[in-house]
Nanobody, 128 residues
Framework: QLQLVETGGGLAQPGGSLRLSCVVSGNTLDDLAIGWFRQAPGKERDPLSCISLGAGRSNYEEFVKGRFTISRDNAKNTVYLQMNSLQPEDTAVYYC?????????????????????WGQGTQVTVSS
């Protein structure tokens, strides 16, 4: 059974940076991808980015390109989301989620049809 734990959230000033981590445990095969999502109060959960654990190919929603960077460290079973130039509108609970990807060389979709497991979320607040 897959388990995901996010860490790294907190308070950041406008223009600042945070790096989120998602530690994945369980059956982490190469046909797995990890996506990052966020949900602001009163809003729907939005996709941000994803990365395949096997091939390491990443994908981004247009509005985070150039500001957010996703990466993985398979030795640590961890996926990171580096967030730069943060703005108050980035305030949200950030979640990581695991889903299957096939073929493993494919580029993951930021909006997968089926999520296998969600993390519990980590709060990011951007405020001066």
């Amino acid at each position: 059974q897959l388990q995901l734990v996010e860490t790294g959230g907190g308070l950041a000033q406008p223009g600042g940076s945070l790096r989120l981590s998602c530690v994945v445990s369980g059956n982490t095969l190469d046909d797995l991808a990890i996506g990052w999502f966020r949900q602001a109060p009163g809003k729907e959960r939005d996709p941000l980015s994803c990365i395949s654990l096997g091939a390491g190919r990443s994908n981004y929603e247009e509005f985070v390109k150039g500001r957010f960077t996703i990466s993985r460290d398979n030795a640590k079973n961890t996926v990171y989301l580096q967030m730069n130039s943060l703005q108050p509108e980035d305030t949200a609970v950030y979640y990581c989620a695991a889903f299957s990807i096939w073929p493993v060389q494919s580029i993951c979709s930021t909006t997968p049809l089926t999520i296998r497991s969600w993390g519990q979320g980590t709060q990011v607040t951007v405020s001066s």
